[in-house]
């Protein structure tokens, strides 16, 4: 493996990638060998994909033409698109709908930023400790999920949270109540899931890891600034990542419901700001037992975050730097 | 109750309490580690074992789900083994399989299997609510009672009719839950207060020497008397400080809405015709009382004092020692010896010259779906009868069978080391509420998302003071009548 | 702080470790390794430090929180005037009962006195010193006096929690369960996210984006189906839905290397492939040993998400307890002490040591970096 050509792998900091295109080789028995191959990698998830996941997507989506319940009051039959036309109409799809992307735009963000800031931290050279910090930093995340919620719930009690008790002891006689207070819910909320900060950083690490030491050599060569050396290496390096971190952020946040449902029986209390759209779908489903119902407004949550998902994809060429790709 | 199985002493009443409620014929149902003569252990429990020879094609097989309320606990899981043994021993043609489910995933599981087309055939111990989260799925057992010949004159009629439902007769008595007033007797002492009346209809006598009528509004002053601040100043002096309360005066049902409605008045959502959400005055009364008593009396906790671990880390206030009443049902004996040796019962109050003592009960149903109607009835006829004995101690419920109360009360006595007036419980039975509060209304599973456990309502006024309440409940009614208008 | 975004060298892998081990030695172990700092840069890096230990108490301040109560006694918890941290306060028995010891300020010198009779205006103390003297009236508000609570951290709760939860069966199950999982999860997800990323053939981005859609749909809606399939296996009551489906690939995790393997530069596959090696042994001589902080990034998540996963062992194994793992065992645990929080923060405790053990052990990998693309010119 000593022929590695070693020119290309140092891009200048100011990539150009127009200049790192290789020709391709098309030529059609390769290509039919290349395609049989990638089949064959692809195959396990093939096969498990007909198995295990096409069968109960199918059946959902059936469930939202028919009257399916567990009572099943009246007979079951096909009502065609009866489901999707209630849907329309009752305003509490729109208003979750609306929490849902209210909560999303301010939460997306954090959620993609601060792993990303924490693992640049944790990165840093003039941080001592780093593999105490990194475990510490990951703690939480191995915490059971209502566990860390009840928690949570536990410090930010109006009465004997100790987020609360500090605010006093710094002198705010009347701290708020943090998690029934419709303008403190939101960011409540963000901290919360802040907890589960440690696979984004673990993410991020591995990723900041692969990037090659030279082009920060070169960089340092070139008298690039940290931000310039951030913007110009640093970024593009990582764009495959946080292209992960927005698609996943994006999916999660349109499916977020269980802590609500925890923290608030899935009430959607304080006045009905976490009355989240996935949370009126687990609501139906499992709660109301109203099978045909909640698989409406999954199937109508699927096609939005299919459209959501398939611009960002088609932008991501623009902003997204694959070393490895052709 | 639990723990206290291991006790010899349980044990022993355990042995006396299945002698005493299946009229005579002794069985081996007590806990696994009580000695038995070899000579009884496998005697026929069952009614209608028949003949020991396995059916052609081998036993039928019948699943028992449980815990939609209560019984996941080990011990009380080491009773429903050695159970379902001792029925699979002496009925080779049936065999049961216990599944257990905790409380808190049970409804979901259930429904999953059900759904699937892999339901259980017998489901409990499971409450009124609870199995009404499955209306339309439970078996009418009348063909099989009058089949069977099954004798239903040992419990009292009216909880028998409380089984009675559109579906048919859906259940036989099997665990009941009166309530009553749980009070702490030291601190009335310390108040120099006397303590509440323990019989229904009699009156108390304030501080001023006056007698009054044990009503609501008695209660709020006494309540208020024995409410006080870390400063010793109670709430009804000047200076009393609501922020810094060490020392509540009254606790009301706070799990439901409906349960707390219910002290104050029988009724129903659904009373009306059945399609009109129909909140009883009473109910609209006791919301009302509840919410004054958090924001203006200042007798009951605060929603996010409710909330918090440190301030209630025991589920009910009452069971942390620091609240002076508090209403609820009998199963809460299973926390309330947290609350020290110096609690006693006293009579529900009165709301409009009447005491409602809200009530509770448990027993084991089949489903519609399950395949083996007739074994599952087998073994329920077992479960309620020769196994009950073991069951409602295991469980702590309280018999329904009139003839093994006093057993009841004898095993429930033996938890505890302070004498409690178990009678005013026994006299809770007659002030139950009829309709019963948990009985079935249109969307039941989503109307409890407004006044059920940790419901819409329920949260936001133990959380928000300053409320408009006579809009809050216009709010609730309009809004429960948007989900029953949906209902198919 | 110019110096934020300014990477690590790569080095140091194993005293990381050790320093995260031994957290009160981290300085030292690390200094023995690294160049040393200029005295202007050992200052900024103090700095630095500080500010993230300032930000990682809050961040664990929970964590310190449930430590706290799960080292108090029962009694503790609910007591109003009681400290934050574990603490008891005095008692006196006295005529077969226990009393709570208060500091009196009696005749101007403070008595440590147990409150035997409470009254609003007066009530009636025992001397523990001179029992025999009998009962002393104290005329004021016993509200006002206070408790004298000392640090006493209740070690047996962790003892208690472990005996009543079924620790060992519980824990084998679930670390077989984890890492037969992991296993089928590395495997099938390398395999699959190789053949994304480096094979072109019609219907691959089709096939990806479908691959990406099998997550959009919320479980609430599929779970019913699901165990339907796994019902007519036959293979409810038994591990087979929790493990087979690892073997079959997910879509987080072949996303997730798939981004990574696709910043792997072509070229060491390019040499590769000219010295003859096929696809498969390209795989495992030239990306797997690239690719390793990504498959240990995944290897942790899948055990984490293993060791966490409550409802898919809940409704597959509900009629077989000797199958269950420990987030199971842990949920039924909680429900029956409800009104413990000390056992219940002690038995959360002990679930995570394995999780956080195996990631102090993984962790090296982050810091080793993949330094090959760099070395191997």
Sequence with gaps: MASVPVQPLIPPPHLD???????????????????RWGLIFLSPWLFGVLAFTLFPMIASLVFSVTNISLAQDEPLRFVGLENFQRMLADPQTWESLGVTFRFAAFNLPIAIVVPFVVALVLNNRYLRGVGMFRTL????????????????????NLETGWVNEFLRIIGIQNPPNWLQDTTLIYPSLAFIGLWGIGAGVIINLAGLKGIPSELYDAARIDGAGSWATLRNVTLPMMSPVIFYSLILGIVDVLQYFLVPLVLYNGTGEPGGSTLFFNLVIYKQAFNFQNFSYGATLAWMLFGITLAITLVVFRTSRRWVYYAGER | MTARLSRPGVLFAVFALVASACGGSATPLSASNVPVSTSSAVPSVAPSSGPATVAPGGPVEIRWYCCLGGGEAPEQKTVEDKVVADFNAANPNIHVTLEVVTYDQANGQLTTEIQSGNGPDIVGPVGIGGANAFHGKWLDLGPLITKNNYDLSGFPSNVVDIYKLDEGQVG??????????????????????KEPPHKYGDQYQMPDGSMVDWNYDTARKVAQLLTVDKNNKDATQAGFDPKKIAQWGLELQRDDLRGMGAYFGPGTLASGDGKTVAIPDAWKAAWKYYYNSIWTDHISLTGPQFESKDINPKDYPFFNGNTAMSENFLWSTYGVADAGDDWDLAAIPTYNGAATAAFNADTFRILKDSKHPDEAFTFLSYLLGDASGALLLAYGGFPARTAAQQAGIDALQAQFTNPIDWQVAVDGIEHADKPNFEDFMPAYNESLGLVGSGGKYLTKWGNTAGLDMDKEIQSLQDEMQKIWDKAP | MSGLFEQQDHDAGLAELTSGLAGATAATATQIRRPRLKPREAGKSFLFTFIVVIALAAFLSPLIRSVFVSLKTAEQVGQLDAPPYPAVHATFAYNGKTYDVYDVPIDGTTRSLALVTKGRESSKFVDPSNAAAGLITWQGSWRNLTRAWSFSPEWSNYSTVWNQIDFPRLLFNTVAIALIGMVGTILSCTLVAYGFARFRFPGRSLLFTILIATIFLPYAVTIIPTYTVFLKLGWVGTWLPLLVPTFFANAYDVFLLRQYLLTIPREMDEAAAIDGAGPFRTLISVIVPQAWPAIIAVSIFHIVYAWNDFFAPLIYLSTKPDLQPLALGLAHFNTLHYRNQAFIQAGTLLTMIIPVVIFLVFQRFFTRGIVISGVEK
Excluded: C, D, H, T
């Design chain 1, 17 to 35: 990638r127009r200049w790192l295109r290789r020709p391709s080789l098309g030529k059609s028995a390769l290509a039919r060998n290349e395609a």
């Design chain 1, 137 to 156: 930093f990951f703690l939480p995340y191995v915490i059971p999920f209502v566990s860390g919620l009840l928690a949570w719930q536990g410090m930010l």
């Design chain 2, 172 to 193: 036989i008595p099997f665990a009941i839950y009166p309530s009553a007033l749980f009070y702490k007797k030291g601190m009335f002492e310390e108040a120099g207060l």
